[in-house]
């Protein structure tokens, strides 16, 4: 078992001379924090600044080298540095980056990005401030300093460069540069690889989230496969002549929603008495303007009220359905939710993907207004924060408590937005009451589930009041919709009422579908809603009817060769009901004493093979 401790150490003032790396492994904890950059500034020896490199990141890396001892949300904040004047961060610019947590023996690296001085023998010093979810910190320092060099093509020219795409805001752009290198035999001798040297470089819109050597003509200097890694200095490899090439990976996060930035990237060669930078830096391959997505948002965001209807006092649950529409992973920071007045946050349900397990900041119980969701690295490089693959959903689900003083009988609303960098993009209205009769319609669930080769839809709705007809639409890639049907509401009712639609979905689809569902008034006012499913072809998928549900459900597992045991759990994993299920039963109906509490359980089908499990609601 794991124990989380704290980062408590006293002042730690750690110092760099020119070819030493930053470190120093904590007494306490065993933790060691070094400079994962190099200790020097390139400067052009004939123009400094005019020609060549003006700008740099600085990289300190954290490792924990503890057997059995996880540190949790660990963060690294840059508190000061030394030259405000010829010393500019350009990001991030709130100075903090979270490394998350660190497993025993795990890495984490927190990159800056500065403009430097354009005087030679500048030094620098820059404080850092790292701490855990706990609140002592480590405090550590570093010195890099200005260095003249010669542009020359043994210091690591470009000989050839590969910018991928970021299709859409919070997905990960690459740049695979193929750096030349000359003599490096000596011991001493070092190399250094650099991702920008732009100081126009928008390093808070095009975060720098890894690197990895890919390929090296030099593995006893520079390994194949290190990752995080930008300075190495030679103990024992003899690299003499010319002509070795060395393959990096950078990856960034692309968050430019509007405008350009520019990347150039470069290194440098110190080996004996000389001093050589990349000669082609800045022109030709050397440099390449980054443009916005060419499709920014690939989020749509689904909020649902699932007790649209209640009294003061009550506990009613929010669902944030987070769908990634696009055809590629993407991320995103944070998710701000505003919750109606007076309405506190009691929790996170233990169904919900955004926790704290994947959370740098989430709400405390108590809180009103704004609450925040801010996510962290989970270990999937080079992810920092909150990752949806393509066509998939990530849920979100919290309880609030309505203040017993409420007398407020009108409509309620709260809303979600999600951030990218700088955009931002919101949900629809989620609309409730307290103590009032009914809402227009309160819709309490929308999901779309596979069924051999149709797609079944299916909603839910606690009240309708005026309701005209649904009308339900499907999508291929989430933007442009074809309408498959149009059906009756039930005008007005304080009856829970639950629809189904089946449709046909072509054979040739593969990935994710759509749907959309209209809800039209009588007079022609109307609400849209979002859902989709991501395709399987595992035979076995469990489908359950009605969900939410009263009292009864049935379900089914297709193509099943073998006999599996099927239990409905509690979310604490107490069992409320089981049966041994066998290939011929096609259709196994589930029949619950009503007394059970309303709330989510899990269904699960048991085979020696696998567990399938799925998520049901008692209403």
Excluded at 273 to 288: L, P, Q, V
Excluded at 374 to 382: H, R
Aim: hydrophobic share 35%.
């Amino acid at each position: 078992m794991m124990n989380k401790k704290s980062l408590f150490v006293n002042l730690v003032v750690l110092s760099l001379s020119l070819f030493s790396n930053l470190s120093y492994a904590l007494d306490s904890l065993q933790v060691k924090v070094e400079l994962a950059t190099a200790p020097l500034f390139t400067l052009d020896s004939n123009k400094p600044c005019e020609e060549g490199p003006s700008a740099a990141h600085v990289g300190i890396r954290l490792i924990n080298t503890t057997s059995n001892d996880t540190l949790s949300n660990v963060e690294v904040y840059i508190s000061s540095y030394s030259d405000t004047t010829r010393l500019k961060l350009l990001g991030p610019l709130d100075s903090t980056v979270i490394i998350g947590d660190l497993n025993p023996g795990d890495t984490g690296v927190a990159y800056f990005y500065f403009t430097f001085p354009c005087d030679y023998n500048v030094a620098s010093t820059f404080n850092f401030s790292i701490s855990d979810d706990d609140t002592n910190t480590v405090s550590a320092s570093t010195v890099v300093t200005t260095k003249s060099m010669q542009s020359a093509a043994a210091g690591g020219n470009l000989i050839s460069r590969s910018v991928g795409t970021a299709d859409v805001l919070g997905s990960i752009m690459t740049d695979t540069v193929t750096y030349d290198f000359g003599n490096i035999s000596k011991s001493g001798d070092n190399v250094s690889f650099n991702p920008n040297g732009d100081s126009l470089f928008r390093a808070d819109d095009l975060l720098l989230v890894g690197s990895e050597v890919y390929y090296s003509d030099m593995p006893l200097i520079v390994p194949v496969g290190v990752k995080n890694q930008l300075y190495f200095i030679n103990d024992t490899g003899k690299y003499t002549g010319t002509s070795h090439l060395i393959i990096v990976i950078y990856y960034y996060v692309n968050k430019i929603a509007t405008g350009t930035t520019v990347i150039a990237p470069y290194a440098y060669n110190q080996s004996g008495n000389g001093d050589k930078y990349t000669s082609n830096y800045g022109t030709g391959i050397g440099s390449d303007t980054i443009n916005p997505p060419s499709s920014l948002n690939p989020f749509t965001i689904v909020r649902t009220l699932h007790n649209s209807v209640a009294s003061a006092c009550d506990t009613i649950k929010f669902t944030v359905d987070i769908i990634n529409t696009s055809n590629v992973k993407a991320s995103f920071d944070q998710l701000v939710d505003s919750l109606p007045y007076g309405y506190e946050f009691i929790g996170v349900d233990t169904i919900s993907e955004i926790n704290e397990n994947n959370s740098a900041i989430i709400p405390s119980n108590g809180d009103t207004g704004k609450i925040y969701f801010k996510g962290k690295p989970t270990g999937e490089f080079p992810y920092k924060t909150y990752v949806v693959d393509a066509g998939d959903t990530f849920t979100l689900v919290y309880n609030v408590k309505i203040p017993c003083s409420s007398t407020d009988t009108g409509i309620h609303v709260s809303q979600s937005v999600l951030e990218i960098g700088s955009y931002a993009a919101a949900s629809d209205d989620a609309e409730g009451c307290a103590g009032c009769l009914v809402l227009p319609v309160s819709l309490i669930e929308f999901k779309a589930l596979q069924l051999d080769s149709e797609v079944v839809i299916n909603w839910t709705t606690a009240s309708e009041l005026n309701n005209k007809y649904f009308e339900l639409s499907r999508s291929i890639d989430g933007n442009s919709f074809n309408v498959l049907g149009v059906i009756n509401g039930r005008g007005t009712t304080n009856e829970i009422t639950n629809y189904r639609f089946s449709d046909i979905r072509p054979t040739n689809t593969g990935g994710s579908l759509y749907y959309k569902l209209k809800q039209v008034d009588f007079d022609g006012k109307y609400k849209e809603y979002l859902t989709n499913v991501k395709l399987q072809t595992k035979s076995g998928q469990l489908v359950v009817t009605p969900n939410p549900f009263e009292s009864n459900f049935t379900f089914s597992c297709l193509n099943l060769e073998t006999v599996y045991t099927a239990r409905l759990i509690d979310m604490k994993g107490q069992e409320i009901w089981t049966s041994e299920i066998k290939p011929e039963m096609q259709q196994v109906s589930v029949e619950l004493n009503s007394l059970i509490r309303s709330g989510y359980y899990i269904l699960e089908a048991i085979s020696r093979t696998e567990i399938q499990r799925y998520k049901v609601y008692k209403l």
